[in-house]
């Protein structure tokens, strides 16, 4: 399976404090994508990162991705509660096509 | 607004029953996926299409088919051959360039009666 995996599984946390979230994969990759999905819902796009850039910014997130241990972070600072969700990192690969990991579930506590 | 719209909702089916779930989209995209999400775990493909009348398998095909005869739409057929069918299935859209975002539905929660 080309299916990236999310560590940790689940992330408990206050509201203000920042939340971390790692993604690892298996293959080459054009890109990095971050998703959120709310329950029931569909996901939703939040940043997008390039094979060959070594971290991003997107108001509070903050994303790195490291080409060479396959591995990408999520972090969001200041963490609301309105931040509950999984999260999940999709690769972009060849054929135009995306591997899904396996989702962190955040929960933020007011 | 522009966007995806996935129909139903919710879905039962009978043994022995094909379903068809629906999804149209308003972007203007090239490309559409469907992928199946059971409790739990991520997302997995099932079809997806780069254009108009051409579509290819992904990692879950068997027991699923497709078709793609408009830019907009993209249904996706549950067949009885699919033994397992209950899940949570999401349609996708993209504009086709390579890896660009995704634009999700809501998805279509299929149960067996």
């Known amino acids: 399976s080309q299916q990236g995996e999310e560590d940790p599984q689940a992330l408990s946390i206050q509201e203000g404090e920042n939340a971390t979230m790692n993604c690892s994969y298996k293959t080459s990759i054009n890109n990095l994508q971050w998703y959120r999905q709310n329950s029931g819902r569909g996901l939703v796009h939040l940043i997008l990162?390039?094979?060959?850039?070594r971290e991003k910014h997107s108001g509070r997130l903050r994303v790195t991705l490291d080409t060479s241990k396959k591995s990408s972070s999520l972090l969001i600072t200041a963490s609301r509660a309105a931040d509950t969700a999984s999260y999940f990192c999709?690769?972009?690969?060849?054929?135009?096509?995306?591997?899904f990991g396996t989702g962190t579930s955040l929960t933020v506590i007011p | 607004d522009g966007g995806i719209t996935q129909s139903p909702k919710y879905l039962f089916r009978k043994e022995g029953q094909n379903v068809t779930l629906s999804c149209e989209q308003n972007?203007?995209?090239?490309?559409m996926y469907w992928y199946r999400q059971d409790p739990g775990q991520g997302l997995r493909l099932i079809y997806y299409s780069q254009i108009v009348n051409d579509f290819q398998k992904g990692d879950i095909a068997e027991g699923y088919s497709v078709s793609r005869e408009k830019k907009e739409s993209f249904p996706l057929t549950v067949t009885s051959a699919q033994k397992n069918p209950t899940a949570f299935y999401l349609c996708?859209?993209?504009?086709?360039?390579?890896?660009?975002?995704?634009?999700f539905g809501d998805g279509t929660r299929l149960s067996i009666l």
């Open positions: 996708a859209s993209s504009i086709g360039r390579k890896n660009w975002p995704q634009h």
């Open positions: 972007l203007n995209h090239d490309a």
């Open positions: 990162i390039r094979s060959n850039e």
């Open positions: 999709a690769t972009g690969v060849t054929g135009n096509q995306f591997y």
